[in-house]
Each structure stands twice: as C-alpha cells, then as structure tokens.
C-alpha cells in the first residue's frame, strides 16, 4: 500500500472513532478543524440541527495573514472564530481534532479559540 494512502486510511479511522463518541448540541455545539497542506479550516456545528453556526478559515477575506499554513495563521483562524461564536452567543464548545494529532497547528488554533474566550 502507497504511504499516503495508509496515512489516509488511518486518519479516517481515527476521525470515525471521534466521531462516535463527540456530538455537538445545541448547549455544548462542535467545534470541528480541517487542515490541508496550505489552509487551515474550522467551524461550529450543532450536529442536532445539522446546522453549521460559524465558520472560518486562512482563505477568508478578512484575515490579513503572510503565510497560511503555519501556526500564527491557525492560532489567528482560532481567535477570528471565538469572536464569530461570541457574537452568536457561544461560549462553550466541543473540540473535535478530526483526525489529526493534537500537536501544530490543530494545537495552535485550540489555543487560539481559547485566548479567544471560547471554553473546551
């Protein structure tokens, strides 16, 4: 099996055992995080309703960042998201890593939801 498609596979199986155990309400929404080589993404979501309650990313237009794939860009898409998630009334959060070690830049954007004011 080609290395990246192992590396796939076990991100998926790691996703998937979160998943069974994370759900978002609407008291206590998710706070789920996609990265990809370039970007970093994150959004609130009341699985419930199935509805997404804010989202941001690097590839938003109202974050003025050099580079947007390292941990000062996803520490600042934590931050822009607290601020989304305060104005919506939002305080507390389930954090949902979607696969991915919780080291880097998944690390650095937790940071920055919770310098933010958001409590996970």
């Given at each position: 099996?080609?290395?990246?498609?192992?590396?796939?596979?076990?991100?998926s199986?790691?996703?998937?055992?979160?998943?069974?155990r994370?759900?978002?309400?609407?008291?206590?929404?998710?706070?789920?995080?996609?990265?990809?080589?370039?970007?970093?993404?994150?959004?609130?979501?009341?699985?419930?309703?199935?509805?997404?309650?804010?989202?941001?990313?690097?590839?938003?237009?109202?974050?003025?960042?050099?580079k947007?794939?390292?941990?000062?860009?996803?520490?600042?898409?934590?931050?822009?998201?607290?601020?989304?998630?305060?104005?919506?009334?939002?305080?507390?959060?389930?954090?949902?890593?979607?696969?991915?070690?919780?080291?880097?830049?998944?690390?650095?954007?937790?940071?920055?939801?919770?310098?933010?004011?958001?409590?996970?």
């Amino acid at each position: 099996m080609n290395k990246n498609v192992a590396k796939s596979l076990r991100r998926s199986r790691r996703r998937i055992g979160i998943r069974k155990r994370v759900q978002g309400t609407a008291g206590k929404p998710r706070l789920t995080i996609y990265k990809s080589l370039n970007h970093m993404y994150a959004q609130i979501v009341n699985d419930l309703d199935g509805v997404t309650l804010a989202a941001a990313s690097t590839s938003t237009k109202g974050l003025k960042l050099e580079k947007t794939g390292n941990s000062d860009a996803a520490t600042k898409v934590g931050e822009m998201l607290a601020e989304k998630a305060k104005a919506k009334g939002i305080s507390e959060v389930v954090f949902d890593r979607g696969g991915f070690k919780f080291h880097g830049r998944v690390k650095a954007l937790a940071d920055g939801a919770r310098k933010g004011g958001l409590k996970f």
